[in-house]
């Protein structure tokens, strides 16, 4: 399994690896070897895995898809890569990603765009492109991702793969290299909703080393796959579905519906109001957070530090200058200025406040349902360059995604169909799935159904 994944990997021009190392795999693929036949084996013992490159890695460099980082190697494991690889997971390597997390295309790497492997002139979504795009092309059969505002679950529907972003703090972020960490969760992608489940499994847990890590009875996520579905109530937002709606997104959407009320469901009109609002107040509270977590990147301790400064200001200055790209400097000084004196009352604060309403709608909608569904992105993928210039356009392309980061719910993107018309028809369109508090084994089970 490990050569076959590591030729495809070799043979494919999409950009989703950064960094893979053959010895270091068939390392650990003997060692699974060794396992499963000294029947110690787990469900996952040798299969093959690969790691967006946020997480961080003791033996691959981890760059977080950043100029600044270009060289790091970590002394230590990420808890996740940790615990996938006790489990008995073979490490294929590390994927690209936007710099830092911070992005929808995955053009915000220092190391490139990645191509979408359904229409290689199209975006792979980000952040987690290089992950998305891996499982898309067969390059692997199982990622890792983290989604602070969408990361997962958009590059899975701009794919057409499976991907699930767990309850806040479920998943250790310990050794995943921090944005935003009141939103920042890691989750895994996978060809269906019963990897994801797997995957899952071997990822949740607590974690002393993070402070906002849960302490919670250890589960199965795929013990429910089997549920009928039948009188499950599918919250459907009216907001998700108005002018903003690309015609052939919202068809194959509600074609999904349709398949799930074959299956038993009702459907059930729900409102959540604040979803416009998702957008101000998480490119409030991201980059507000990304400026406190970024400001140890000074040359000092860690990444690039600038060949020739004149004092220790100086080269603060030049090694940050250097180091970071366009997007993640834009985000620094958003976040420095919402946090200053005189600002944070008018732009944090009040973020904050409307952080709260936004989980207060969703505890209000789920007294009406049991999952609430419509799509992941306002459209299919868009073209590779059409607008890596204009950050807004990616900005307000997030709606549909944010609003359950701010909330700290658990989300899902399953694939549900394709674009219409000569140049849409091969990009995927994703369908989402929000759940309520710890709801991942149903989540699972409802995606499972439909898969
Ligand atoms: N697209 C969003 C952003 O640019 C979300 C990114 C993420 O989830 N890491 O911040």
Redesign the pocket.
Known sequence: LAQHFLSRIQGSDLNAFLHVDPALTLEQAAAADARIAAGTATALTGIPVAHKDIFVTRRLRSTAGSHMLENYVSPFDATVVEKLAQAGMVTLGKLNC?EF????SNENSYFGAVKNPWDKTAVPG???GGSAAAIAARLAPAVTG???????R?PASFCGVTGIKPTYGSVSRYGMIA?ASS??QGGPMAQTAQDCGLLLNAMVGFDAKDSTSLERQPEDFNRDLNQSLQGLRIGVPKEFFGDGLAKDVEQAVRAALDQYVKLGATLVEISLPKTELSIPV?YVI?PAEASSNLSRFDGVRYGHRAASYTDLNDMYRQSRTEGFGAEVKRRILVGAYVLSHGYYDAYYLQAQKIRRLIAQDFAAAFEKCDVIMGPVAPTVAWDLGAQSDDPVA??LA?IF??ST?LAGLPGMSIPCGFGQGDKNAKRPVGLQLIGNYFTEARLLNIAHQYQ
Not at 101 to 104: E, L, P, Q, R
Not at 146 to 152: A, E, H, K, P, Q
């Open positions: 936007d997390a911070m992005g929808s980000g952040s987690s983290t989604d602070t505002g969408g990361s997962i958009q944005f939103l920042d998480y991201a990616n900005y997030d995604t944010l980061s």
